[in-house]
């Protein structure tokens, strides 16, 4: 990625301009997205799709839109996922295949955060179903 932002954006762009768009097509419900996953970890998420791949990579560029991307390489330097920084502070990265289930997954980092957009940290897994 060169020196802009995501998306070829005029400016670095905090998480909260970009929830409300999103949200749209991923409701949030109290900070968070999806249905609570199969732990009893509340901030363990699923979203349900057809394409659970592609949902997630939507998911993805929409949400880091605006942000600082950088590539997650394996060992032999293949891309598995991309992380962004927001200007607020918040981490947002994209797994293809997340280590816990094998799912494509999305994690959400808002500890540094000075705009969450009223998101909260969570890990969302894309599983297979209907959107």
């Known amino acids: 990625m060169g020196l802009g932002y995501k998306g070829d954006t005029g400016h670095h762009h905090s998480i909260s301009e970009n ?16 249905t609570p996953g199969n732990t009893s970890d509340n901030h363990v998420r699923h ?7 592609s949902t997630a990579k939507d998911f993805y560029d929409r949400l880091a839109h605006g942000g600082k991307e950088s590539d997650i390489l394996d060992k032999s330097g293949n891309k598995k996922g991309a992380t962004t920084k927001m200007a607020d502070g918040t981490v947002v990265t994209w797994r293809e295949v997340s280590y816990s289930d094998g799912s494509p997954a999305v994690d959400i980092n808002i500890k540094k955060s000075t705009d969450s957009g009223g998101l909260k940290t969570q890990k969302i ?3 297979k179903g209907e959107l």
């Open 19 to 34: 929830v409300s768009d999103l949200s749209k097509d991923y409701p949030v419900k109290n900070g968070f997205f999806g």
């Open 47 to 53: 979203i349900e799709s057809s394409d659970p791949a």
């Open 125 to 127: 897994h894309f599983v």
